[in-house]
């Protein structure tokens, strides 16, 4: 494999990881926290059905933070034309997590 092929890889992985977690992140807001406050869910339900959500969300959007965080900051690094726009993209998407945990808290 050539390096170019590690370049395409990389960028790849950092826009088709961006974009899935773009989508995830619409159809949490859209779909899955209004149905958690639907008015059939009882008050009680309400922040075990949120745990749930949590945890699920948890389990598999780390990985894909650093993947996609990696991939970026290898191009950054790499592709001197495309360095300053890589750079944003590595930080901003390395900055979800700890604003996910200052903002909804460790459940």
């Not at 339900?45 to 959500?53: E, L, N």
Request: proline share 6%; net charge positive; aromatic share 14%.
């Amino acid at each position: 494999m050539t390096f170019s092929t590690f370049i395409h890889i990389a960028q790849v992985i950092g826009i088709t990881g961006a974009a899935f977690l773009s989508g995830a992140i619409i159809v949490m807001s859209l779909v899955a926290i209004p149905a958690i406050k639907a008015p059939k869910i009882t008050v009680p339900d309400t922040p075990m059905r949120f745990r749930t959500f949590y945890t699920a969300g948890l389990a598999i959007f780390p990985f894909l933070v650093i993947l996609r965080t990696a991939s970026f900051a290898f191009l950054a690094w790499r592709v001197a034309a495309g360095r300053m726009a890589y750079g944003f993209a590595a930080g901003s998407s390395f900055v979800v997590a700890p604003f996910t945990l200052l903002v909804q808290g460790d459940y």
